[in-house]
């Protein structure tokens, strides 16, 4: 079996490697020349844990190839993969459909002999239809079939997220098109993962729901979170009492800035999107939207507020700017929209970032840029945890309060014990939990 992932992005290129791990011979294809020409010479373009040795181990075997030659490289596939990126078109919410198409065109033209052209990519409902529209028209000779297989992986745990998924699902609407993609997940079987064989449409929408509900989980408990620090509640005991339910479940109940990234930011536009335009709008993910967008710039606020209220001519520590921990993604991340507010309330930002800094750069003016977490700290005002990268979580908290020019710590992840924190000698302010002081200077040396 052959394959050609069209996209070799953070999905196309970890999708493509897993792929030639379960013996598949791969060829990612990408538009961009200097990616390709970094993946020929063994360099990964991205941040993600284990995926370098993935890729040299398969590309050594002879299975996994990287190429510009999108033609040969269908020519060749029994299957071709759309993962190319899907993001939301300027302006309107939508999602930005040209990369599809443009990709759907080009694999037109090189189709040779029967082909499933499988579409990866988040896509609304209904686009897998123009896809086969499209092929149809250019190549009504090609002997073809259209699949939708979404998918779930998460940057920074993506490669163990593709090979053991809770779940894999699958539109097609042929028995040739299934048992293709059947054999070629025929390894998830061995260790029984539930795959799930659907419609396009129900494939297409599958996704949609998925990350929707997702958002929409993480915000209800981040407005729990407001609501706990008005009445002296712990929003990570509500967390864990409500989590323990089998009904809601533990995971994404994390109070937070907001949720950010490559995916729930645009997913949840785009599906309010299509729901109005259907005429079944989804009022719940349309204020979960909203809630979201105001709170991620609320939450430079919360810095502001922890320094007494204004930031003017004071310098704020950053640590943490990719939108979660394990990856180099900058996409939406919570602290493009913090660290400009707090410049535009007149403070200097000290930033380090373990993997972010490449990109951060581009997108973040006047930062001054630190060798590390404690770097970043030196004479600042207060210090923000912004993203929970395992390395902050056990800071030296006695260095930090002597590094810092006011003892204040601002957790936007509620990585620390609110106790622990205020012992080192630091006020603690966190989300969803009550603020915790110092104790008076010769307590604490007493210990
Ligand atoms: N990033 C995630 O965690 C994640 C998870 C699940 C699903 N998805 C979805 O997967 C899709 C891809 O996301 P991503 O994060 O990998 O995007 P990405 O931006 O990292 O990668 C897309 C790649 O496609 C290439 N490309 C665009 N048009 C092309 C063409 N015609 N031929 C060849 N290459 C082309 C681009 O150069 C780019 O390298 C999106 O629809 C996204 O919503 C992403």
Redesign the pocket.
């Known amino acids: 079996m052959r394959i050609a992932m069209?996209?070799?992005?953070?999905?196309?290129?970890v999708s493509g490697a897993a792929f030639s791990e379960f013996g598949v011979e791969v060829a990612c294809?990408?538009?961009?020349k200097a990616?390709i020409a970094r993946l020929q010479k063994g360099e990964i373009p991205?941040y993600e844990p284990g995926l370098e040795a993935l890729v040299d181990s398969n590309v050594k075997a002879g299975r996994l190839s990287f190429s510009?030659d999108?033609a040969s490289a269908v020519r060749e596939a029994d299957a071709v993969f759309i993962?190319?990126?899907?993001?939301s078109r300027h302006g309107d919410g939508y999602?930005d459909l040209s990369?599809v198409y443009?990709?759907a065109e080009?694999i037109a033209a090189a189709l040779n002999g029967y082909t499933v052209v499988v579409v990866?990519?988040?896509?609304p409902v209904g686009t897998c239809r123009e896809v086969e529209r499209i092929i149809s028209k250019k190549r009504p000779d090609a002997d073809f079939d259209v699949a939708s297989n979404?998918?779930?992986?998460?940057?920074g745990s993506?490669i163990n997220d593709f090979m053991r998924p809770d779940r894999v699902i699958i539109g097609a609407e042929s028995d040739r098109a299934e048992q293709l993609l059947r054999s070629l997940y025929r390894p998830l079987y061995l260790i029984e993962t539930p795959v799930i064989f659907t419609t396009l449409e129900t494939a297409e929408l599958t996704?949609y729901a998925a990350n929707t509900f997702l958002a929409a989980k993480i915000t209800f408990i981040n407005e729990i979170a407001d609501l706990c620090e008005k009445v002296g509640a712990d929003v990570q005991d509500i967390a864990r009492g409500i989590g323990l339910d089998g009904r809601i479940g533990r995971k994404f109940l994390h109070a937070g800035p907001g949720y950010g990234?490559?995916?729930f930011p645009?997913?949840t536009l785009a599906l309010v999107r299509t729901a109005r335009d259907k005429g079944a709008p989804l009022s719940i993910v349309e204020t979960v939207v909203r809630v979201n967008d105001e709170r991620k710039r609320r939450m430079a606020t919360k810095i502001v507020e922890a320094c007494g209220g204004s930031v003017m001519g004071k310098t704020i520590a950053v640590l943490g700017l990719t939108f979660k921990p394990n990856t180099d993604?900058m996409r939406e991340s919570p602290s493009l929209d913090i660290v400009p507010e707090l410049q535009n309330a007149g403070a200097t930002v000290r930033a380090f970032d373990p993997q972010g800094m490449a990109e951060a750069k581009h997108l973040l003016p006047n930062v001054v840029w630190c060798e590390d977490a404690y770097d970043a700290m030196k004479g600042a005002d207060a210090l923000a945890i912004v993203t929970e990268w395992n390395e902050f979580r056990a800071l030296d908290l006695d260095r930090a309060r002597t590094l810092l020019k006011a003892p204040i710590m601002v957790d936007l992840r509620n990585i620390y014990r609110p106790a622990d924190v205020a012992a080192a000698g630091l006020r603690y302010v966190s989300i969803g939990r009550p603020a915790a002081e110092p104790p008076p200077r010769a307590a604490r040396a007493s210990g």
């Open positions: 069209i996209g070799t992005g953070y999905v196309g290129l294809i990408d538009k961009d990616k991205i510009t999108l993962a190319v990126g899907t993001p999602a990369y443009t990709a080009e990866k990519s988040t896509v979404p998918e779930f992986l998460r940057e993506a996704k990234g490559s995916c645009k997913d993604d």
